[in-house]
């Protein structure tokens, strides 16, 4: 059987197709980006960040363009398998790492490990491999880990502030020397001024980031950017009010946090648990 061809001549690539759509659906409306922010309410740059490629945007946005244009669920569902499809995990993460090299300040809450940027080439071989990779793989990605630390090294790195669960500091290595190295590397972080530890015990309750780790970037130009991610995946956020609101989350989760200088006390506690071992 012949191989079927192509009816509409439109890309079979999700991301690209949902581009085209939104880029067709305008022409065929005869709005300007700018009369499309106006209409809408969002600033007229996301929606051509969003007809370049550049961002998805949210769903929010997405069901309002379904509106504007009369096209019910098209655009979402456009949306929905561009965002699930696999291929574009590591554009993200690329346009992510882009971003964080330019950043003046970050904020993060760790859910389940530590940032890559404080992470011991022992936690972050450890971590990786037990995400599946291995080899020559393996030894690439440990070294473009340790290779990102020195974002944070130097007069004019930016700042960084990190909230770490208490589970992350409850999750030791299976290696307690390893182990041992990661604590005693965070602790002489918190001793960098350009570095706040928090720790969120775990008698602070339920949050409204319990399942979500999260990355701030407040950019040169006064945007910021968030970066959500789990295990599987992580995802770029750009609209502005999405970003708001894991701000408010981040802001509520840093109210329940230790201070930094009971935090410190805490990492400490936690480095004197590892066992030792008997060999020494």
């Not at 960040?49 to 929010?60: D, F, V, W, Y």
């Not at 971590?127 to 070294?143: D, K, M, P, Y």
């Not at 599987?232 to 609209?239: K, P």
């Amino acid at each position: 059987m012949p191989p079927r061809r192509a009816i509409t001549g439109r890309s079979q690539e999700p991301r690209q197709r949902f581009v085209e759509e939104l880029r067709l659906r305008r022409a065929r409306k005869g709005d300007s980006l700018r009369q499309l922010g106006d209409t809408l309410g969002w600033d007229w740059s996301l929606f051509g960040k969003m007809e370049s490629g550049q961002t998805l945007g949210s769903p929010e946005v997405v069901q309002a363009l379904d509106q504007h244009y009369g096209t019910p669920d098209l655009l979402l569902t456009l949306w929905e398998l561009a965002s699930g499809d696999p291929t574009q995990f590591k554009e993200r993460y690329r346009r992510y790492m882009a971003l964080e090299a330019e950043a003046v300040s970050l904020w993060h809450f760790g859910v389940s490990t530590v940032h890559g940027l404080l992470q011991t080439e022992g936690y972050a071989h450890a971590l990786l491999s037990a995400g599946g990779s291995g080899g020559e793989e393996l030894t690439r990605q440990v070294e473009a880990r340790m290779g990102r630390r020195g974002l944070l090294d130097g007069d004019h790195s930016p700042r960084f502030r990190t909230i770490l669960s208490e589970a992350v500091l409850r999750t030791p290595l299976e290696d307690a020397e390893e182990w041992r190295k990661q604590l005693e590397h965070l602790i002489e972080a918190t001793k960098r001024s350009n570095i706040t530890l928090h720790v969120l015990p775990f008698s602070a309750g339920l949050y409204g980031l319990d399942s979500t780790a999260v990355m701030f970037l407040r950019l040169p130009d006064g945007r910021t950017v968030a970066y959500t991610e789990n295990a599987h995946r992580g995802e770029l956020i750009e609209e502005t009010g999405t970003v708001e609101r894991l701000q408010h989350a981040y802001d509520a989760v840093r109210d329940l946090a230790l201070s930094p200088a009971e935090s410190r006390k805490f990492v400490m506690r936690m480095l004197e648990e590892v066992p030792c071992d008997p060999s020494i």
